[in-house]
């Protein structure tokens, strides 16, 4: 039985679930909720009220969960750093996974989860203390996360990145010039470019090596300017997971698309580049020299790959190389 | 999309109200009631986000959208509905537009026949 009372914050961008968070919370006894619908408000009721513990979603309007667990955790805000804190979330991803760890919540639940399960972990997390940091160490790590190298922000490309997906045309016989896709990010990502009116004869695999290439600028743009590390870490995962992707499409695409002579090319380049990705994810990010030789390296797969037989102009029908 | 999965996904229960009451805890009629047409009315948004997302390919939109629908209609006992925008997430974040794309020509029957199930729940007398 709690023998107090404890204010409780929930914070989740769909009102469904974040009442159903508010119901849960108050059917406890001595517990009651506050409940936020995005990061800002939740922001502030942690800096005006007294809050007890915190369950967030990760996906909110920015400030996001992580960033609204790392303020509390680093001792920014007036509530307690060392409060109980549950993620609640639809998925759970390795990286948010670590990330909970790193600022040690309590615990991470995914959706969906019963009203009577989700108080049994609320009641049990408000009477059993776990060990919390003194919020310099969080403090310390957060600041980490925010002082390393540069400015890369969120927006410095990530929402960019999206639009390039949205204005692509829905059938694969539209082509689409690519410099039309490529565009917005052409400013600042020009480390690999895909070549105009150019084609692998696939436009799901064109699609995937675009995406690809203005990732790999984005990472590039992140590094040559020097931003800071938690951007260059998320610009290596965002082109981590587009290798992994275009794997996974080629993997497809060699079931419903049968030239054998171009896969098999094609796989050879990706075996290549596969073993580029393992260098990448495993790299120490603040080793600029081996950084910088690992971009040296993924230019020249790149050069090699959209040139032919793999990659040809549309318009002249194959007769010119890209180089 | 494979004959198991289409078979799979026909056969799961359009509204089941013991799947919701798992979900809540006992409620009362009343109570059942509310949560029923507040889903409703927020999951209805959605779902037009949601065909718009997938009309435009907005990539990141209907990977967002999908991923609330799922959890909100999990909880509601909307399991074909919630099933169905699983796997839409699913297919977009694997870049399966082929999949995606029939996979959404489940939604406006599906959501068709949810609206359908809750009316039946809310009666005649409580018009959604």
């Known amino acids: 039985m709690l023998q107090r009372r404890f204010t409780i914050l929930v914070v989740d961008d769909v009102v469904l679930m974040c009442d159903f968070l508010y119901g849960a919370v108050n059917r406890l006894a001595n517990c009651s909720a506050i409940k936020a619908l995005d990061g800002k408000t939740a922001l502030e009721l942690l800096e005006t009220e007294t809050i007890d513990m915190l369950i967030t979603d990760l996906e909110i309007k920015a400030p996001d969960g992580l960033e609204l667990i790392k303020r509390v955790r680093a001792g920014l805000l007036p509530t307690p750093h060392d409060i109980p804190i549950i993620i609640f979330s639809g998925n759970a991803y390795l990286e948010q996974v670590q990330q909970g760890i790193n600022y040690d919540v309590h615990d991470f639940l995914v959706k969906p989860m019963s009203i009577d399960a989700l108080g049994k972990k609320v009641s049990h997390l408000l009477i059993h203390h776990k060990f919390i940091q003194p919020a310099e160490h969080y403090a310390a790590l957060y600041q980490q996360e925010q002082n390393q190298p540069g400015p890369a922000t969120k927006n410095s490309g990530h929402k960019v990145s999206a639009s390039i997906v949205l204005k692509e045309p829905q059938k694969k016989d539209e082509y689409k010039p690519a410099h039309e896709e490529v565009d917005v990010a052409k400013k600042e990502a020009d480390f690999l470019s895909w070549p105009d009116n150019s084609t692998t004869g696939i436009y799901q695999l064109d699609r995937r090596l675009k995406k690809l290439a203005f990732d790999f600028s984005c990472f590039h743009n992140v590094f040559v300017k020097n931003c800071k590390l938690i951007a ?19 993997k497809n695409l060699q079931k419903r698309e049968p030239r054998p002579e171009f896969w098999h090319k094609f796989q050879l380049q990706l075996t290549k580049l596969n073993k580029l990705a393992l260098q990448l994810q495993s790299a120490n990010l603040r080793h600029n020299s081996l950084i910088l030789d690992l971009l040296k390296k993924l230019s020249y797969w790149w050069s090699q790959t959209i040139s032919r037989p793999l990659v040809q102009r549309i318009d002249d029908g194959g007769g010119k190389n890209h180089e | 999309m494979s004959d198991a ?38 999951a209805k948004l959605y779902h037009q986000r949601l065909m718009i997302a997938i009309e435009m390919q907005n990539v990141l939109e209907v990977i967002q959208v999908s991923h609330s629908l799922k959890s909100m209609a999990a909880i509601s006992g909307a399991e074909q509905y919630s099933t169905l925008c699983m796997w839409i997430e699913r297919m977009m974040r694997a870049d399966e537009l082929d999949e995606l794309m029939e996979l959404s020509l489940y939604l406006s029957p599906f959501w068709q026949e949810l609206e359908q199930s809750i009316q039946a729940q809310l009666g005649p007398e409580v018009p959604i």
Not at chain 1, 234 to 249: F, G, P, Q, V, W
Not at chain 2, 15 to 42: C, P
């Open chain 1, 232 to 250: 260059l870490e998320t610009e290596r995962k965002r082109a981590c997971e587009s290798i992994d992707y275009l794997n996974y499409i080629v």
């Open chain 2, 5 to 42: 999965f289409k078979d799979s996904i026909q056969q799961m229960e359009t509204l089941d109200l013991n799947v919701l009451q798992s979900f809540y805890g006992d409620l009362t009629d009343a109570e059942m009631k509310d949560v029923l047409q507040r889903f409703y009315h927020e």
